[in-house]
């Protein structure tokens, strides 16, 4: 007796939510030089990960990269205390601004808020569009 394949493709019903709770809630991207002279882009971001975990990340030129995803070695911190992310985000920032403008840069980038990284969670949290 062989029994029909039913693979919808799918791991789990349609009536299972699956957890949205994850993502960047906060990203700026800064332009600088290396070493060699060229040009280069820089991404800090904040994210929400599982667990209620609040992490920073930061990748130099991610265009040029193998796929999108983020790499372990990406991430600069990884806490439960949403202001300690804030405190280690403006900190990379504010090192990649110095760099910069150490490179002959200019470049003006406004600092991680507790609100920006808050509304996009509460909206999660109560079921609204951020």
């Known amino acids: 007796m062989r029994l029909a394949s039913r693979s919808t493709g ?39 990960k599982a667990g209620a975990v609040w992490a920073v990340g930061r990748v130099v030129n991610p ?3 193998n796929g999108k995803a983020t790499k372990a070695g990406d991430y600069l911190f990884e806490g439960y205390e949403l202001e300690d992310a804030l405190e280690q ?14 490179d002959g840069r200019s470049e003006h980038c406004r600092p991680f808020t507790r609100e920006e990284c808050l509304k996009p969670l509460e909206a999660w949290f109560f079921g609204r569009s951020a």
């Open 10 to 48: 799918r791991l789990y019903s349609r009536g299972v939510q699956i957890s949205s709770d994850r993502g960047r809630f906060a990203e700026r991207e800064l332009h600088g030089v290396d070493d060699a002279g060229r040009e280069e882009r820089i991404v800090v971001w904040i994210e929400r």
């Open 63 to 65: 265009q040029l990269r």
């Open 89 to 102: 985000a403006n900190a990379a920032l504010e090192d990649d601004l110095t760099v910069s403008e150490g």
